[in-house]
């Protein structure tokens, strides 16, 4: 129930010997909701992400290098003393008093430098990025 990556950053692990090479690293962000889709891909069925409603996207590329390859998709968390939203090495948390933290992931993944006032427009695009995630809120 936090929004720092301590809170919701976690690591994980897949195995399928044969298939994914041992050793093999990946620094790319994923949700629990890529594995839905990642799993009936691999099943062989297909899935309508967009009828169905579903969050989350095929991440079999980050194993497989003969796919294209997977661009990871926008994150956004809410819990009781607010919301965040990550976007490629941006993460702005907004809390439900008003404070606004920028941090560059990729700089500061220990998130000890808000950089909020030297990126107004990344806090600009990720508060419009923000808001159109809480349009989907339920309310109760």
Not at 6 to 18: E, K, L, M, Q, T
């Amino acid at each position: 129930m936090d929004l720092y990556e301590g809170g919701i950053r976690v690591p994980a692990f897949v195995n399928w010997p044969g298939v994914i090479e041992p050793g093999t690293r990946i620094h790319t962000p994923v949700h629990i909701a890529d594995w839905l889709p990642t799993l009936v891909h691999l099943a062989g069925g297909t899935l309508d992400t967009t009828a169905m409603q579903v969050d989350g996207s095929n991440i079999w590329s980050l194993f497989d290098s003969s796919l294209p390859a997977y661009e990871a998709h926008p994150f956004y968390w809410k819990v009781k003393e607010g919301s965040a939203v990550r976007q490629g090495p941006w993460k702005m948390i907004a809390f439900e008093n008003g404070l606004v933290e920028l941090y560059n992931l990729e700089e500061d993944f220990r998130e000890t430098m808000n950089v909020k006032n030297k990126h107004p427009e990344v806090v600009k695009r990720l508060t419009d990025l923000l808001a159109r995630f809480q349009e989907g809120d339920r309310q109760n």
